[in-house]
């Protein structure tokens, strides 16, 4: 079993940054696929990014390449999404999410295991 928890959500200007960070705690394996999704109210849950694991390549949502970067730290057992030039449209809950048994990059909320409860993100403009 697999337990996720979402921190670092909160108030931020358009333009500015912020840093979730997702602790994990259970068995992770190395082929485990971790990935960030959004839902904003009104909306369906959206891929955002997602990496292995084990390390490798990384793959964004269109909407936030270039803004957005995934990481993580395997000894810490957490996982971050380092958000740059946030913008209004940005404001969503966000969930950090594991998937097992799964190779490549994972894009579709269902092929995810274990979810996190979801850190609020509210972009002012």
């Known amino acids: 079993q697999v337990q996720l928890v979402e921190s670092g959500g909160g108030l931020v200007q358009a333009g500015g940054s912020l840093r979730l960070s997702c602790a994990a705690s259970?068995?992770?394996?190395?082929?485990?696929?971790m990935g960030w999704f959004r839902q904003a109210p009104g909306k369906e849950r959206e891929f955002v990014a997602t990496?292995?694991?084990?390390?490798?390549?990384?793959y964004y949502a269109d909407s936030v390449k270039g803004r957005f970067t995934i990481s993580r730290d395997n000894a810490k057992n957490t996982v971050y999404l380092q958000m740059n030039s946030v913008k209004p449209e940005d404001t969503a809950v966000y969930y950090c999410?594991?998937?097992?048994?799964?190779?490549?990059?994972?894009?579709?909320?269902?092929?995810?295991?274990?979810w996190g409860q979801g850190t609020q993100v509210t972009v002012s403009s």
């Open positions: 990496e292995r694991w084990s390390g490798g390549p990384t």
């Open positions: 259970g068995r992770i394996f190395s082929g485990y696929a």
């Open positions: 999410a594991a998937a097992r048994g799964t190779v490549g990059a994972v894009v579709r909320s269902v092929e995810y295991d274990y």
